[in-house]
Structure formats: C-alpha cells, structure tokens
C-alpha cells in the first residue's frame, strides 16, 4: 500500500525499482518488530509465566527462568523430600518451563534478525551515498572498489615503514661515523700533544746541559776523561741509560724516591735487630720482670714503626711507579716475627751445644787410654 502511494502509472521503471528497495526493507523491520515485540501473549504462555511466578510481561531473563525453576524444582520435585512434594503439579511445571524456554529463543532469534536487517539498510545507505565520500577513508589512497584500495593503502603503508626504518638505520650509521670520527680525531689530538710535549722536555733538558757544560759544571765529575766500562751486567739493557745512571749515583744524584726507600729499608733492619736483641738478652724462660721489660721493648718498637710508616706514606706519594708502593709494617707481625726467629736462634744455639758435648764425650776416653798406655810404659822401664 505504501509503494502504490508512492508510484504511479506514469513513473519510470527505473525509478520504480529503486524505491521498492528503499521501501520493502523499512515495512519488514517494522513487521519483525511488530512480531518480536508484540503487546499480547497466548493464555497458555501466561499461565506457563504465572506456574513459574515470573512477571506476566514477559520481559524476563533466561537466567531469572532458570532461578525460578530451580526454585519450584525443590518445592515440587517428588525426590526433593519436601512436605509439598507433588509429582503431577511438578509436570506441569516443567511443561511451562520449556515453553517460556521456547517463547525466549524466539525473541532472541527475532531480535538479532531485527539487528541484522538494520545493519543491511546502514550499508545500502551507504551505499547510496556520494561517490566522492569514498575516498574519505584511506588517507584517499588508491582507486577502484573499497577493498582493492584498502590493498592498496595496506601496501603503501608497508612502503612507508620500510623507508622509515632505513632512515632510521641509516641515520644510526651516520652516528656511529660520526662518533669514530670523533675519536680518531681526539686521539690524533692527544698523540700530537704528547709528541710535542715530550720534544719540549727533550729541547729543555738538552739546552740545560749546554747551559751546564758552557758553564764548566761538568769539569770537576770524577772519572772525567777516561772510557766508560762497558755493561756486562744485563744484556737486555740500554748500556747508555745504564751508564748515565752509574754516572749520577756515583757523584750523588739519586732520585728522593730512591733515597727515602733506602732510608726505610736500613731503619726496618736496625729496629727488628734491637727488637730481636732484647728478646735475646731476656733469657729463654722471661720471668714476671722480663715480662714487663719486654712488654717496654714492644711499645718503643711500636712507637718507633709509627714513625716508620709516615715515611712509608712520604715514600708513596713521591714514587713514579704503582709497583714500587709499599705497605704498613704491622707492629704484632713484627713481634711475632721476632718472637719466632728468636725461637729458632735458641734451637740452634741448643743444638751447637750439644754437638760440643758430644764431641767432649768422645774426647775423654781416648785421654785415659793414653795415661793407661804411659802408665804401662813406665811399668816395663
């Protein structure tokens, strides 16, 4: 009726054919509708709601008809052990619950029906748009149907991260160019200065010995005239820096290192000798007064290595070499270390004696042997 409306017998058959497409989907949603949501149910499905005592409306859930039979189940049930147990009531209670089962299944089928043909009129209206709105999707790449563009902007979207991944890379590679090149350049730098530092030391340490031999400074050094001996004590060392070393030493230009380690090493050596010395003197055995003097000797000695180990710390700070540091000397060390060269002084010195009276021992009988034989001598005369 709503087409004959619209379309009389004088309109083109084109136009007639495209308004019964735009019509005919509206009239079925709104019969599907009509259908699926109707103002009326049958009496038998009322009562069916009323057995389950669910609202009459119909609006229930499949979950709320389940609870409900559920619930009527432990009243009614003949196995449910209940006082209202009724097995033919229970019947007709299942009976509603599958028909309210069935009436739900039929709105749910209806219903996405009702959701399908709406979504087909969205997408025949779209269909109907402009040809221009098209390329509004697609960054309007492309040509041809919606899904060969979308091919299409797909691949130049590929296209596009590959470039950008090699500018990234290759901007990467620039960088790390860039930074070689700027350590090589550094490097070049720092070589270059030290080459020119090192041949300034070597201009000023040869314009001071000018200076020095214009100034007769080298007359007087002892050996002056006379051929260096030749160096035969290592052969894997420079003879020259050998000889110019022998040279300094032998007219007293020593390093301060040099002599601040010899300083330590002689002051060591004379401390643990008075150390071991006074622990000689005190017998094998120290008594309660030994004791005491002992425990004397021991603080000196610890005063006296204080001392010691602030040149220690002089020393390290003026040696050219790592290597060449030294440590504290620990004052208990040193003790022990007396202690038990002394011990083995005392060994020794009781095996030495015992040796000399071994040797007395054997001396005595060849002595009375000799008196027996003068004797017996005397005798005969």
Known sequence: MGTSMLVSPGTPWLLRVHLRRAVLPLHCSAAL???????????????????????????????????AYLRMAKLYHPDSGAPTADAVFFSRVEEAYRAVLAHLARQKSASRYTGTTEEEEDDKSKGLAPQHRHYLSFEGVGSGTPSQRERQYRQIRIDRATDQVLEYRRKGMEQAAAEEQAMVERDTRRRSQRIKITQAVERLVEDLIQESMAKGDFRNLSGSGKPLNKFDHNPYADPMTHNLNRILIDNGYQPEWIVAQKDIREKLVKLRSSLLEARWRLGDTMRPREQAKWQEHCEAFAVELAKLNKKVDTFNLIVPLLSRQMVHFSPQREVERALKADKERREERRREMEQMDMGKEKQVPTRQGLFAWMQNLLKLT
């Open 33 to 67: 509708r009509a259908l699926s949501h109707g103002p009326r149910m049958s009496h038998g499905l009322k009562e069916s709601y009323r057995l389950l005592q669910l609202p009459g409306d119909g609006e229930s859930s499949q979950a709320e008809v389940r609870e």
